[in-house]
């Protein structure tokens, strides 16, 4: 009989910037124990883009190393496979269970039932963050196909992610620090396809990553707009860019007022500062959004 190791409770809002970590780099270990970045929420342990395939052997080697001694702390930890194969090998690793789950990439509707059936599996209970990064993520019919999977599983889907980097490469684009991903059509067109197709349906979806590692100020502005748009999370690929987005995931005074007043009322509508109105029925997901980013990241 298969004894399941418990997954920890955990909300999307709380991983805030997610860093992505080279599996094969020599400090995954003072970065996961929170020696090394105090402030980060999340991160990733990456075995796909961010090593070669000769390195594999190393950077799962590196893995087993570090969860050796690692214990498990506020900071959320999971790791990227390269392919279903590799998941395989990771889970063979013999404290594997301590991590929080895995952001498994190029999930698709050829590849979500290997996922599955590996992770069922496995004696443990994990959360999972698939990666909508091929071209799937251009068809309606296919993002229809991985919700309607997704929703029959057993799976612990924490968040999706978006695999902005991809999009571009398919539509033959490359963007600029300056440039609003929201308003190029190509992409904007994507990512409303992919909010509209599974937020209604309960999923968290995660922003695309910003590029630029040492323009704070677009990057902060970059992050408000992800908020703008509904989504939660983000890839960040320096260290400079963990403070900026756990101030950017703080609420206003005037939206955690709004937000609390709105839940707590017995009306059907309230009107706060401004003359702004808020209706209980019709911004009730908005206004936990905001208690949830109030509780883990507090007020401006």
């Known amino acids: 009989m298969i004894k399941y190791h418990m997954i920890r409770n955990l909300s999307p809002i709380q991983l805030g910037g997610s860093l992505y970590i080279p599996a094969t780099h020599k400090n995954v270990f003072t970065i996961c124990n929170e020696d090394k970045y105090p402030q980060l929420r999340?991160?990733?342990?990456d075995t796909e883009d961010a090593i070669d395939e000769?390195?594999?052997g190393v950077a799962i080697q590196n893995i087993s190393s570090m969860l050796e001694v690692y214990e498990p702390s506020s900071l959320c930890v999971f790791i990227r496979p390269r392919n279903?194969?590799?998941l395989k090998e990771l889970l063979k690793i013999p404290n594997i269970?301590?991590?929080d789950g895995f952001s498994l990439p190029k999930f698709s509707t050829e590849v979500m039932k290997e996922y599955a059936q590996i992770l069922a599996l496995c004696g443990k209970e994990f959360y999972i963050m698939p990666v909508l990064e091929n071209l799937d993520i251009f068809s309606k019919e296919k993002?229809?196909?991985i919700r309607s999977f997704l929703l029959s599983s057993h799976l612990h889907v924490l968040s999706l992610r978006l695999g902005g980097e991809d999009i571009m490469n398919y539509l033959g684009l490359k963007r600029k620090c300056e440039d609003n991903i929201y308003e190029l059509v190509g992409p904007s067109r994507v990512i409303a396809d992919v909010l509209n197709t599974f937020k209604p349906f309960g999923f968290s979806i995660s922003a695309t990553v910003f590029n630029c590692i040492h323009q704070t100020e677009l990057y902060s502005k970059n992050v408000q707009e992800d908020l703008n748009q509904g989504l939660i999370g983000k890839t960040i690929i320096h260290p400079n860019q963990i403070e900026p987005i756990n101030q950017a995931?703080?609420?206003s005074q005037e939206d955690y007022e709004m937000a609390k007043k709105m839940l707590d009322?017995?009306?059907g509508a309230i009107t706060v500062r401004n003359g702004q109105m808020g209706e209980k029925f019709a911004h009730s997901a908005w206004a936990e959004i905001i208690l949830q980013r109030y509780k883990y990241f507090g007020i401006k």
């Open 84 to 86: 279903p194969q590799v």
């Open 143 to 145: 993002l229809e196909d």
């Open 42 to 45: 999340s991160c990733i342990i």
């Open 265 to 267: 009322t017995k009306t």
């Open 54 to 56: 000769e390195d594999l």
């Open 97 to 99: 269970w301590l991590i």
């Open 249 to 251: 995931y703080k609420v």
